[in-house]
């Protein structure tokens, strides 16, 4: 049983091109979308339309949630110099779209034939605007896990792949396929990007489970060329990512 876990591609279209074609050697049985599929890049309609082609279960990410309801970004802790972007991506979407995006899961359990159970969520079970990070205290895991019996817990949100450790539980973040962080975000830092995109497989295979963190180069060049032909607020950040 292989799951591919596909996470924060935020309408970086050239991304996720190089990670479906990545994925066409993988023999994956299940994909699940860890949620913020649009916002900031320069194609979310072309997103959307390449997920709907998967076999894939999503998870409403902060951003799916902030760009059907931008007046209240605030409340997705989405910082304020990114409002813009969100009513440019909205203005992008059709209101099947939007429908779609609506429809979108808070989380999901799954179990794999050896009886692992996976939780997948955005930020954390409790919200998607939760930050697990390398760093995270255990009593905020604590907080975070109670009431859970899965044995793995996958998010995305922070941009940043991570296998960790938590007791008998293992912590796993798929990373960002659109929009992998340099380094950890903290406010009032403007995050830097990576020029790859990021995400992971769980392999199952009788008794053992593996964990697969892929990387996968996509061409900064093309990105760069089609957000020139945009009118995306976001823009000048994009192309100072990949200045060479
Ligand atoms: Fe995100």
Known sequence: MRI??????HGNYTAFQSVLKDLEMQKIDQFICLGDTVTMGPQPVEVLKALRQLDCLYIKGNHDAAVLDPERSEQYEITHYLAPDLYWCQKQLT?????????????????????????AFHGSPLSS??????????ELLDKYFAGQNADIYIGGHSHIQMIRRYGEKLILNSGSIGNAFKFAYSPGNIPSLLP????????????SVSIDARRVYFDTDEL???????????????LRQYAK
């Open 4 to 9: 591919a876990f596909l996470s924060d591609i």
């Open 196 to 207: 790859w995109a990021e995400y992971m497989i769980i392999d199952q295979i009788g008794d």
């Open 95 to 119: 209101l099947d779209d939007r429908a779609f995006l609506d429809a979108f899961n808070p989380m999901l359990n799954l179990t794999l034939p050896n009886g692992v159970k996976i939780l």
């Open 129 to 138: 605007t939760d930050i697990i990070q390398a760093t995270t205290p255990p």
């Open 224 to 238: 760069q060329r089609i957000i020139k032909e945009t009118d995306l607020p976001g823009s000048a950040w994009w």
